[in-house]
């Protein structure tokens, strides 16, 4: 449990989004909120939040477009197994 509480916390940010893509909360073709709103949901610096939407992009889950925002544009790998977390 206590490495848990290690790592950044854009990565952290960026798994709770994930969360919430792969639960449906936030579906395909959804807007994130901007840098300013995703870091006062998330108690973080708008920095932070910049960050984790990078992870985000890198883990090709968001697009981001300039002058519109950032979109949700696939669920997270694994999608149909059944809790293959440990």
């Known amino acids: 449990m206590g490495a848990e509480s290690i790592g950044y916390v854009y990565v952290r940010v960026a798994d709770e989004v994930e969360a919430e893509i792969r639960s449906g909360r936030l579906p395909v073709g959804a807007r994130l909120p901007n ?16 960050r984790a939407v990078q992870e985000l992009r890198d883990r090709g889950l968001v697009v981001t477009l300039p002058n519109k925002g950032t979109f949700v544009t696939n669920k997270p790998k694994g999608e149909g197994s059944s809790g293959g977390e440990r």
Not at 35 to 50: F, H, I, K, N
């Open 35 to 50: 840098e300013r709103d995703m870091g006062a949901q998330y108690g973080v610096a708008p920095g932070t939040a910049r």
